[in-house]
């Protein structure tokens, strides 16, 4: 075994960037605070971690185009034969790393975010039943179809919780069964096993983010309070 | 040959049996039509509220057209609303309602909160004469605390329900 090998093994390479690591955790955590005060019907804190919500997948959005290379989507969404292709050697117990997305984690990302956007969307137009804190966009729509639409906020939300319930069984199966652990380098950005250099992650720069962040923020706030001011 | 006793008793319990059974299952259609009646109305108050509110996000409120004639019918509506739960219209007639037990095991707490609701709903209609925008918006919320305030104890959860229908 050659020096160089030997030091890819052991090394922690970094695989993801600070941004995607806390959009994943803030995600995680607004969409518990959704949760938990939709159930609970604090509809106040339900409709702010909702914007907070949004926001972090409009910027996650823009950070999959402009972003470090393990974030962008270009970098890791797959055509079918790839997918299929990985897809066929999901059952091997000792399979190289994959650094980023594999192409099947790709279609969990996009499916992800579009059930996100999807239940924040729907959101949106959402009427309370008790008139207090209807979506910000819930006068384009009368009572009943805002009632209609509160009740597919909820299906899209169960099915959410399915699509997060698949998301930690993978995460799960790739740790109990083929070894690799996916939660640290989330959390701290690095991961063991072997890198082809030409993977090594390119991180953009912070400004960039500060843009995103800015424009994902103006969105929301349009999406709030200026479309009733036209 | 002529059926023996004994088929015809067994036929004609049967047939007692099926033309009867759908009538126990179901509620007694004087219950469903005054739980759909109730679920109507509590809708066309929903929605002059929700009219209500949308008018005050606006620039501009209508307050001859939108705001005063949905005023209206908030507070003539909600007069009658303790008429509306008299017992034995909660979820034991078998119908779909989202009425909790509750409201019948509690009838004082239930009355309470139900003319609290009707003082905010008249405050309303006559805030809404005075077209004090501010004092609108306040009272807006008011209300619809009010209407929270029974509805998170007496009424099931919005998301345990298919529709409101």
Same mark, same amino acid.
């Given at each position: 075994? &050659? ?6 093994? *052991? ?5 993801? #960037? ?6 994943? @955790? ?8 959704? @949760? @938990? ?11 702010? +971690?909702?914007?907070?919500?949004? @926001? ?11 972003? +470090? &290379? ?18 066929? +050697? ?13 192409? =099947? ?7 992800? =975010? ?15 039943? #008790? ?17 209609? =639409?509160?009740?597919?906020?909820? *299906?899209?939300?169960?099915?959410? =919780? ?36 030409? #993977? ?31 | 040959? /002529? ?27 004087? !219950? ?26 606006? $620039?501009? /409120? !209508? ?13 003539? $509506? ?28 509690? /009838? ?14 008249? %405050? ?23 209407? %929270?305030?029974?509805?998170? /104890?007496? $009424?099931?959860?919005?998301?345990? %329900?298919?529709?409101?229908?």
């Amino acid at each position: 075994m &050659s020096a160089h090998e030997k030091n890819n093994k *052991t090394r922690r390479w970094l695989v993801w #960037d600070a941004p995607t690591r806390v959009m994943h @955790w803030l995600l995680v955590v607004f969409v518990g605070v959704c @949760w @938990w005060s939709g159930i609970n019907n604090e509809l106040e804190y339900h409709l702010y +971690s909702g914007y907070a919500v949004l @926001w972090v997948v409009l910027l996650r959005l823009y950070w999959g185009v402009v972003g +470090s &290379s393990t974030a962008r989507f270009a970098n890791f969404v797959r055509g079918p034969k790839a997918i299929l292709d990985y897809a066929r +050697s999901l059952h091997r117990r000792r399979s190289p790393h994959t650094h980023g997305h594999n192409p =099947l984690g790709a279609i969990s990302v996009l499916l992800m =975010l579009g059930t996100v956007l999807a239940v924040v969307g729907i959101g949106l137009f959402a009427v309370d039943v #008790d008139g207090l804190y209807s979506g910000p966009l819930s006068g384009f729509v009368s009572f009943r179809q805002g009632r209609h =639409l509160a009740h597919l906020h909820y *299906t899209m939300f169960n099915v959410l =919780l399915a699509v997060i319930g698949l998301h930690v069984l993978a995460v799960i199966f790739y740790y109990a069964y083929k070894g690799h652990d996916l939660v640290f380098p989330m959390i701290t950005g690095r991961r063991k096993g072997e890198m082809e250099p030409i #993977d090594a992650l390119q991180t953009a720069p912070a400004w960039r983010l500060a843009v995103g962040a800015l424009i994902a923020a103006a969105i929301v706030w349009a999406i709030t309070k200026v479309f009733y001011y036209w | 040959m /002529p059926l023996p006793t004994r088929w015809i008793a067994f036929s004609a319990t049967m047939l007692c049996l099926s033309l009867a059974s759908p009538i126990v299952l179901q509620a007694a259609p004087g !219950d469903s039509a005054l739980i759909k009646s109730r679920q109507d109305k509590l809708r066309d108050m929903g929605g002059a509220f929700k009219a209500i509110d949308d008018e005050l996000k606006k $620039r501009n /409120p !209508d307050w001859e057209n939108a705001i005063l004639p949905n005023a209206q019918t908030v507070q003539s $509506r909600s007069s009658y609303l303790l008429t509306w739960f008299p017992k034995g219209s909660g979820p034991e007639s078998g119908v779909k309602t989202y009425a909790l037990p509750a409201i019948w095991q509690k /009838p004082d707490d239930f009355t309470k909160i139900g003319k609290a609701a009707q003082a905010e709903a008249a %405050k309303l209609n006559q805030i809404a004469a005075s077209k004090d925008l501010a004092a609108l918006k306040a009272q807006a919320t008011a209300l619809g605390k009010a209407c %929270k305030a029974c509805h998170d /104890p007496y $009424r099931s959860p919005d998301y345990e %329900k298919e529709n409101d229908e």
